[in-house]
């Protein structure tokens, strides 16, 4: 249930709207992952907003983070023009690579402002909702730079 390539096929895993992954499955995948990161794992998730509603252009957005992520990062579509990307082994720096190619792809697609947030698993984070939290934020402070793709990464809170 790790990659991207079990949620197809699976109409309890899949958005209907996209393919990729629904939020069961990214809750599922996220909470073994979280485990293995309080274990010494890397782990970070990216956030892709987009102020996309129409199911064409989202499942065409949804391809292209697809494509432009490995097969083993598991791409879900929450809903609302957001996609949540579970980078998995990948750190900070190896994020920052990842939200660069899926900038790039999403400027050739997109109709409007996107904004992407990255944050990664901090000691201090006790459960999976820590780091939700801490990437939202970061998608915040993306969303109001406005103005196409914005990095924010996520400050750790003490």
Known sequence: ??????????????????????????????????????????????????????????R??????GRTTRSADLVAHLGSGRFLVILLGTDLEGAQVAAARVRAALQEVAAGPVAIGIADYREYMKEPPDLLEAVDS??????????GVELALAEPSE
């Open 138 to 147: 970061a998608i915040r402070k993306a969303e109001e730079a406005g103005g």
């Open 1 to 58: 249930m790790l990659g991207r390539e079990h949620a197809s096929g699976h109409p309890a895993l899949t958005d209907s709207d996209t393919g990729l992954a629904n939020l069961l499955h990214f809750e599922l995948v996220f909470s073994y992952m979280f485990q293995a990161a309080d274990r010494g794992a890397p782990l970070t998730v990216m956030l892709v907003s987009t102020p996309v509603t129409d199911p064409h252009l989202l």
């Open 60 to 65: 065409s957005l949804g391809e292209t983070v």
